[in-house]
């Protein structure tokens, strides 16, 4: 059996895991967790309910516009599996197991399917590059702002609006699908893009502006759910140092060395926090109860969505081209 190499590099966030937990004080590790508000942390849980309903209510908006029909209990029973899926693939395939849940219930094609989780899942990408690059400047070039910082802001910014202009994006996708369609499907695979770019341009009007308010509520939500748990264990750490903290760490969990940022995550919070002046003890204590919180949590919630509802994966040949 031919196993990828890139099974082998995700264990490379596993092994700094090992390395990071093998050279911390022990004794101050548990310290964290003598005094934990179970009360901040439960709360911080049952919020990612809360959470994941407002970002079904933006992928409904999105289906609505593209004139599919779905209940907003599907919708919302979709977006749990796909987080499962999301959690426990290495290349967090969520997006896809919605295209194929709507595929699935009749609702639309696998290709005109992926183009709402596509951006659906772009406007977060969006959000966390823009905060991000703030938190960046902010934590490493001091707490002012400065010319050549509002230039690269703006031309970064400028390049996402770019990205979703309908010319690029058309460019874009055709690029994309005939790159990885084999050259015997390159005709008859012309459909399928034409589909998904059909849908895309379909949600590239003013309900974007909805989306885009949806996602900044949506992570505010998120980054309270950081600084319950962060409260949880005592920590002393402000609202916006933690939302930018937290952008950064989630833009380094994507460099596919790691299983569910496992390793990257830990060490990139024991840099951002020692920036500002909390122990590595706390960072890894911190860490691992966001793990615990979305990952496991959450996956678990995930996981019994996709049990009572399970989608087929994987298409025969003549769905392959009918797709």
Same mark, same amino acid.
């Given at each position: 059996m031919k196993i990828s190499i890139s099974?082998?590099?995700?264990?490379?966030?596993?092994? %700094?895991?090992?390395?990071?937990? !093998?050279?911390i004080d022990l004794d101050a590790f548990i310290a964290q967790f003598? &005094?934990? &508000?179970?009360?901040?942390? #439960? @709360?911080?849980?049952?919020? *990612?309910?809360?959470? =994941?309903?407002?970002? !079904?209510?933006?992928?409904?908006?999105?289906? +609505?516009?593209?004139?599919? *029909?779905?209940?907003? /209990?599907?919708?919302?029973? %979709?977006?749990? $599996?796909s987080l499962y899926i999301g959690f426990i693939t290495p290349g967090r395939l969520g997006e896809i197991i919605k295209a194929l849940y709507l595929k699935q219930e009749r609702v639309t094609s696998f290709s005109k399917g992926l183009s709402s989780a596509i951006m659906d899942r772009l406007l977060d990408l969006y959000l966390l590059i823009l905060l991000s690059s703030v938190g960046v400047y902010y934590f490493l070039k001091g707490r002012g702002i400065n010319i050549g910082f509002v230039i690269g802001f703006a031309i970064i910014f400028s390049l996402l609006i770019i990205i979703l202009h309908p010319k690029f994006l058309n460019l874009?996708?055709?690029?994309? #699908?005939?790159? +990885?369609?084999?050259?015997?499907?390159k005709n008859k695979i012309n459909d399928s893009i034409n589909e998904f770019i059909e849908g895309m341009n379909q949600i590239i009007n003013p309900i974007l502006l909805f989306g885009i308010l949806l996602t900044v509520f949506s992570y505010?939500?998120?980054?309270?759910?950081?600084?319950?748990?962060?409260?949880? %264990?005592?920590?002393?750490?402000?609202? #916006?140092?933690?939302?930018?903290?937290? *952008? %950064?760490? &989630? +833009?380094? !969990?994507?460099?596919?060395? $790691?299983?569910?940022?496992?390793? @990257?995550?830990?060490?990139?919070? =024991?840099?951002?926090?020692?920036?500002?002046?909390? $122990? !590595?003890?706390a960072a890894i204590s911190f860490s691992l109860l966001i793990f615990f919180s979305f990952f496991i949590c959450g996956g678990l919630m995930? #996981?019994?969505?996709?049990?009572?509802?399970?989608?087929?994966?994987?298409?025969?040949?003549?769905? /392959?081209?009918? @797709?």
């Open positions: 099974n082998y590099i995700r264990l490379i966030g596993l092994i %700094i895991l090992v390395f990071i937990l !093998t050279r003598k &005094n934990i &508000n179970l009360y901040f942390l #439960f @709360t911080a849980i049952i919020l *990612s309910l809360f959470l =994941i309903f407002v970002k !079904t209510i933006r992928w409904k908006a999105f289906l +609505i516009q593209q004139s599919l *029909s779905i209940s907003i /209990k599907s919708a919302f029973s %979709i977006y749990l $599996s874009l996708a055709r690029f994309l #699908f005939r790159k +990885i369609s084999p050259k015997k499907l505010s939500v998120f980054f309270f759910q950081c600084f319950l748990i962060a409260k949880s %264990i005592g920590l002393q750490i402000s609202y #916006f140092d933690l939302a930018l903290i937290m *952008s %950064i760490v &989630n +833009i380094i !969990t994507f460099i596919p060395i $790691s299983i569910s940022g496992l390793g @990257t995550r830990e060490a990139s919070m =024991i840099f951002l926090f020692k920036l500002i002046g909390l $122990s !590595t003890e995930g #996981f019994i969505a996709w049990w009572l509802n399970p989608v087929k994966i994987g298409f025969s040949k003549r769905e /392959k081209v009918s @797709t």
